[in-house]
């Protein structure tokens, strides 16, 4: 490519960084990142092919520049861990609504499958559940508790046990992605079909609102995050399957980082959900508007989080920055 070729295309990218490291705006973490790999990786295209030449000049003066802005004398906020999730994670994840959207469909259907296999056979939801399972829901129905399983056990013990046990799920569907996205599909494609069949068995023994009543209590919260650390384990895959511009290694790695980020934000809602599992679920006499007000107070607090609030953030900082880093 001919040097005024290469800077006709690349200008405006290096305008855009350049006024962003010298005007200090306020940019997404890893949008700044990016921007300066992207950077060097044309200053090392200028070294190669137009060596001493002004554009060479002018990248190695831009490269160091960012390079001192962004590594010298960096300082953590003693509130680090608190601007993760108030803010960085946030302006972070809108860049991944699609892949979440993906997540969610591919959730949904497999539990559309496992509702419709149990409707229209009898024994699917042994096959899934088990029969040591299926066998002791059926006496607590019998005994006009379809939930009781949810009472066994101290409250702190069953809230470790199960906070523990939802954040593995959690690792694991992000783990699966490192086989492509397929390992993760599969992970949510199961634990669709399993909530499918779980679900529906209730509503085959007719106490469907009585049980359902109870289980979205915590169900809301966990059922919704085990799709978001989908999407993370979604998010690794892809970048192995679709590297784009990057080499397969340098996509993996920032794909594996991506992903890495959402599961960590998942882990106070687990604990969140554990809780609720633990301490409340159990009691299954609560008034009716006791348990609704639970379960959409969980439901908004998700669709909040993960979906208006990045929207609304981005936004709002779009406004105050002077350009985008491509």
């Known amino acids: ?19 962003a490291i010298n005007y200090n705006a306020h940019i997404n973490p890893d949008e700044l990142a990016n921007g ?16 001493e030449s002004k554009t060479l000049l002018y990248l190695n003066s831009l490269a160091s520049q960012a390079h001192q802005k962004i590594y010298k004398n960096k300082k953590e906020s003693r509130n680090r861990i608190f601007d993760f999730w108030k803010t960085e ?9 699609k892949t ?7 959730f949904i259907v497999a539990t559309a499958i496992g509702s419709i296999s149990v409707i229209n056979d009898d024994t699917f939801v042994r096959l899934i559940l088990g029969d040591a399972y299926v066998n002791e829901t059926l006496n607590n129905i019998a005994n006009g508790d379809p939930t009781a ?33 397929i390992g993760t599909a599969y992970i949510l494609f199961s634990n669709g079909v399993m909530l499918g069949a779980f679900i529906t068995f209730f509503y085959t023994q007719e106490v469907f609102y009585q049980a359902n009543k109870q289980i979205w209590l915590h169900g809301t919260i966990e059922i919704s995050v085990i799709i978001i650390a989908g999407c993370a ?28 980020k959402v599961v960590v934000s998942t882990i106070p809602f687990f604990i969140i959900a554990g809780f609720i599992e633990g301490f409340i679920t159990r009691y299954s006499n609560m008034p009716p508007w006791l348990a609704f007000l639970v379960i959409g107070s969980s439901l ?27």
């Open 1 to 19: 490519m001919r040097e005024a070729a290469f800077v006709k295309q690349n200008k405006e990218k290096w305008i855009a960084f350049e006024k």
């Open 36 to 51: 300066y790999i992207q950077l060097t990786n044309d200053l090392a295209y200028a070294q190669t092919y137009y060596a």
């Open 89 to 97: 994670f946030p302006l972070f994840f809108r860049q991944y609504h």
């Open 100 to 106: 979440l959207g993906i997540a969610f469909l591919i």
């Open 149 to 181: 399983i949810y009472k066994g056990g101290s409250e702190i013990g069953s809230f470790l046990g199960i906070t523990i046990n939802n954040i593995k799920v959690a690792f694991m569907a992000f783990s699966f992605g490192v086989i492509t996205s």
């Open 233 to 260: 384990g979604l998010i690794m895959g892809n970048s192995i399957l679709f590297p784009k511009t990057y080499s397969r290694r340098v996509s993996f790695m920032k794909g594996a980082k991506d992903g890495l």
């Open 300 to 326: 908004l607090l998700i669709l909040f989080y993960y979906i208006f609030y990045p929207i609304l953030l981005n936004h709002a900082h779009a406004n105050q920055r002077p350009g985008k880093i491509y």
